[in-house]
């Protein structure tokens, strides 16, 4: 049984950064795509960002996009996100997903995903 276990959320004024972590408890992610998503209160689960098995290929959200970085640790099978110039509309709990095999043009959809962490809560104030 695969988990994703994310941390690094927390409470942020607008403007400042958070770091989010996802570490998987499978013995290597080398070729799995590795994504993040966001559900705000009252919205639909949001495509935020995901990179491929080596880290060559990233792909962003249009809100996200130029504000955060994803990237990859395989040896500590982890991925993080990187968040910066942070808005009140970040706001949302945040998932780390996993896919195993589907082709990157649909890496943007929640329901390419093998595996899914628990989320983990980014406040961003006013």
């Known amino acids: 049984q695969v988990q994703l276990v994310e941390s690094g959320g927390g409470l942020v004024q607008a403007g400042g950064t958070l770091n989010l972590t996802c570490v998987a408890s499978?013995?290597?992610?080398?070729?799995?795509?590795m994504g993040w998503f966001r559900q705000a209160p009252g919205k639909e689960r949001e495509f935020v960002a995901v990179?491929?098995?080596?880290?060559?290929?990233?792909l962003y959200g249009d809100s996200v996009k130029g504000r955060f970085t994803i990237s990859r640790d395989n040896a500590k099978a982890t991925v993080y996100l990187q968040m910066s110039a942070l808005k009140v509309e970040d706001t949302a709990i945040y998932y780390c997903a996993a896919d195993t095999n589907t082709p990157w043009s649909q890496l943007h959809l929640g329901s390419s995903y093998d595996y899914w962490g628990q989320g983990t809560q980014v406040t961003v104030s006013s």
């Open positions: 499978a013995r290597t992610i080398d070729n799995w795509k």
């Open positions: 990179i491929s098995g080596r880290g060559a290929l990233t």
